[in-house]
């Protein structure tokens, strides 16, 4: 199947790229093929902050201008071989992807899309004022031709030299977004949190997608002064910035097919039918907003609907799914860090000195002393609006606390959520926060971040090294998922999934991280009883591997059932610490949290769960 | 004229301009705050309003009566225009969950708008006369010019904002609307109805956008593309400001115009636009919830 495939696209480009020996109409051949395989490198470039990243870039007519002058300026002004503009033209566009990216994708919501239209006017101004440099709005004419090995590339051979670049920079596409970078920008697109307490580092990620996106921008108009022999600062509009996005839009995001005919339909367009350069923008506007509402996976996703009607699909990686019942998945599927060895069963793993935070006027935790000893399961419960959360999001980085301190292994520990996660720390979320788009072996593959140590060129040069950890990481994350006893599910989107199998799924993920701590945020809530008698034995069997658990529930038998050691808080405060019975027995614990029979005398010890304030499923 | 009364003359026009931003900026904080989304194509609403006020006024010096049912006409032509924003654009793009969509669907509607009115009324620039006359007055002898358009944009984009800001402290649709700014599910719980408490926000945040064409006709001309680069201003206003601040954008808003006007003057005034944008990027980078704007905390 995948040989066929390569095959197929391996004669298709052959194909493509022996058009102009036989069809020899200048327009189409040099301008119109040739701005398509300039245009084709810009969409797919888009499609990473678009389509994976999930931000909207509406200036990315600014960086192509800024690829596309400084080849022509070089050309002209300083006769440089046109193989080094290029390069000067991509590494201009990363520099300004990196001035635009930093400080836009710190934050979420539109504020990429803003500043991206921003400087796409601060560039039309330049190349408009800037005289001695541009020309002004005259634009460049001065572009050399383009003669290597005695043969012009100036007319319609002028396809041998893009075409090639294009089919490179999308291989290049297809191996950054089949990479651990794809998985990265896409689960920090579905939960920028729980992707954060994966381990992956949210700027970095994101940044990483738009200057790649900036970079390929500018390296696509290193090549466009030679499409025209001209460039002018009309080209490189606002409008040429919605037409990219349209492009993608209209062909489909997140597919190689998607983002060439999206480009070849909208660049073709005008000159199907005359009328259309009036109505141009609203056409193209109309367009937009019918493709979003009912083509939303583009052109491609109808053809794909389509084919699967009259194509009988098999069945959601089956392949996998067997791979991962030959597993013998036990309990060696859960790893220890080196590290994690080092503190003695028993010892003090994880302790909090007087954490504090406040909100405002509220404390919502308030001088928290506790320790967590390795190889046990120690609980935290108390009322609703106790701080129990709020310690878990203090522990994991989310928020930083007022004053006291984390220490783990006696080691202060401190900073973002994906350096905590790195230290061996994991967590699940209280509302589940799965990456829901995503299949349920590729969110556990998320969870193996930290196992990727392979760079850029690993990834875009595929080599035995990104293989490896990527199929290493594959059977690791099947043998997880199995573990929590979901295998057969493995191909499975996340958002399928029923409720009880989504709580299994984010603890796979969460001991894809290898950690010495997992934090379980209620676990067990919105879970049918069986469903519970489920997650004790994984509990159980996560702490029999070796892995300390921290647990926040309130189904009061689990907790009195697995519990080695148990903490209750009230109002930010802890008001006992100890064992099942003792924390049973607690007079401060049956008043704030366990209440009594009525009768003002003690509950038996077994029956305290009854007087849990939570009712039971 | 003396240096010092020409740069007073300055600062009052860069004011006036800034005001203009700001009544814009001010309109995209009120959709911000209530549905997390704001109108890319605001600045083409904008642009509407002012062709509203030209189809009214026509381009003799007009009536103040005349004048103010120009503005009237284009707040009702910005409600209406919100209305459609909201089926066409905002609606069907919040189901799909993601930011792109309604990001993608406001920019479309607003390119759609801009060749519409291109069809409509041509690529002219209309020049339009403001009920004060075009004569500046003069004060102190002489001494001093004021230009009487700059003087009504000031006065008619404070009203504006003073009003709204009255009727949201005081009335209890405008409760609402800050109680649904604050906490969606809560208001809706106290029996707030939450999507016509937004679709009021963007009927005021459109409205506004299409008075502000009405008052910046004079200074400007009028043409299809006047809004857009008036648009983009205004968010980098509402950033530099924060997007989460009610008034920060006065402050944005004149730091923008201020400096627009300076650089003309001072620099050239091709680069007028360049020191606001750099601003921008400037605060994000150094301030990213603006000038007056507060982090806020997220639950998890």
Known sequence: ?617 | MNFSAELVQLLFSGVALGMVYALIAFGYNITFSTSRTLNFSQGDFLMLGAFVSLSILGRKMPAWHWWVLAVLAAAVVGAFLAVILQYVAIKPALRTGSDVSWILATISLGIVARNVAERVWGTDDYPITSPFGRDPWELFGGKLNINPPEVMIIVAAALVMVAFELFRRKSLLGKAVTAVAADKDAASLMGINVPVVIAFSFMVSCSIAAMGGVFVAPLTFVSSTMGALLGVKAYAVSVIGGLNSGLGVIAGGLILGLSEQLTARYLSTGYKDTPGFVLLIVILLVKPDGLFGKAAIKKV
């Open chain 1, 1 to 617: 199947m995948d040989f066929f495939r390569r095959f197929g696209v391996t004669l298709l480009v052959l194909g493509l790229a022996c058009i102009p020996l036989f069809y020899h109409n200048e327009y189409i051949v040099h301008s119109v093929l040739g701005k398509v395989c300039i245009y084709v490198i810009i969409v797919a470039g888009l499609d990473l902050v678009v389509g994976y990243s999930g931000d909207v870039s509406a200036g990315h007519a600014g960086l192509f201008a800024v690829g596309a002058y400084a080849s022509a300026i070089m050309m002209w002004k300083l006769h440089a071989p046109f193989p080094v503009c290029v390069i000067v033209a991509t590494i201009l566009g990363a520099l300004f992807g990196v001035i635009l990216g930093v400080p836009a994708l710190r934050l979420k919501g539109p504020y990429l899309a803003v500043s991206t239209i921003a400087f796409g006017i601060i560039i039309q101004t330049f190349m408009n004022e800037t005289v001695w440099l541009t020309k002004g709005s005259s634009g460049i004419r001065e572009i050399p031709r383009l003669n290597y090995f005695g043969i012009s590339f100036d007319g319609n051979y002028f396809l041998y030299i893009i075409f090639p670049f294009t089919v490179l920079a999308l291989l290049m596409k297809h191996g950054i977004v089949t990479s651990y970078w794809g998985r990265s920008f896409e689960a920090l697109k579905e939960s920028p949190i729980a992707a954060a307490c994966s381990g992956v580092s949210r700027f970095r990620f994101k940044l990483s997608a738009f200057v790649t996106s900036a970079a390929l921008t500018g390296f696509a108009g290193a090549f466009f002064p030679h499409v025209d022999k001209y460039i002018g600062p009309p080209t490189f509009s606002f409008e040429l910035s919605v037409s990219f996005l349209i492009m993608l839009i209209f062909g489909g995001t997140r597919s190689i097919l998607g983002n060439v005919l999206g480009t070849l339909f909208i660049i073709i367009l005008p000159d199907l039918f005359n009328f259309i350069n009036d109505w141009r923008l609203a056409i193209y506007g109309g367009l937009l907003l019918f493709t979003l509402y009912f083509l939303p996976r583009g052109v491609v996703g109808l053809l794909h609907t389509i084919g699967d009607r009259f194509i009988p699909k098999p069945l959601p990686g089956s392949a996998a799914i067997l791979a991962a019942e030959n597993l013998k998945a036990g309990i060696e599927a859960v790893k220890l860090r080196p590290e994690a060895l080092q503190t003695p069963i028993g010892d003090s793993l994880l302790e909090l000195k007087e954490l504090t935070i406040k909100f405002g006027g509220l404390t919502a935790v308030n001088k928290l002393d506790m320790v967590v000893k390795r190889g046990q399961i120690h609980a935290l419960i108390g009322p609703n609006g106790s701080g129990k959360s709020t310690t878990v999001n203090l522990i994991t980085g989310i928020y930083v606390p007022t004053s006291g301190e984390v220490l783990l292994r006696g080691n202060r520990i401190t900073g973002a959520p994906d350096r905590i996660s790195g230290l061996g720390i994991a967590r699940t979320f209280q509302n589940v926060a799965l990456f829901g788009d995503m299949t349920v072996v590729d969110n556990v593959m998320v969870g193996l971040h930290h196992s990727f140590k392979g760079g850029f060129l690993d990834i875009v040069l595929r080599t035995k090294r990104a293989k490896r950890e990527e199929s290493d990481a594959r059977v690791r994350a099947l043998a997880l998922v199995d573990f929590v006893g979901i295998g057969h599910l493995a191909e499975e989107r996340a958002k399928n999934l029923p409720y009880g199998k989504q709580r299994l799924l984010e603890i796979a993920r969460a001991l894809g991280s290898d950690p010495s701590l997992l934090l379980l945020d209620e676990p067990a809530a919105g879970l049918t009883s069986g469903e519970i008698g489920e997650m004790e034995a994984i509990i159980r069997k996560v702490r029999d591997a070796g892995v300390t658990v921290f647990l926040i529930e309130h189904h009061m038998d689990l907790v009195m059932a697995i519990s080695d050691e148990i903490t209750v808080l009230d109002f930010g405060q802890k008001i006992a610490q100890g064992t099942p019975a003792q924390i049973q027995a607690d007079d401060r614990v049956i008043n704030a949290y366990l209440g009594t029979s009525g009768t003002g005398h003690h509950i038996p010890a077994h029956d305290a769960a009854a007087g849990s304030p939570e009712p039971k499923p």
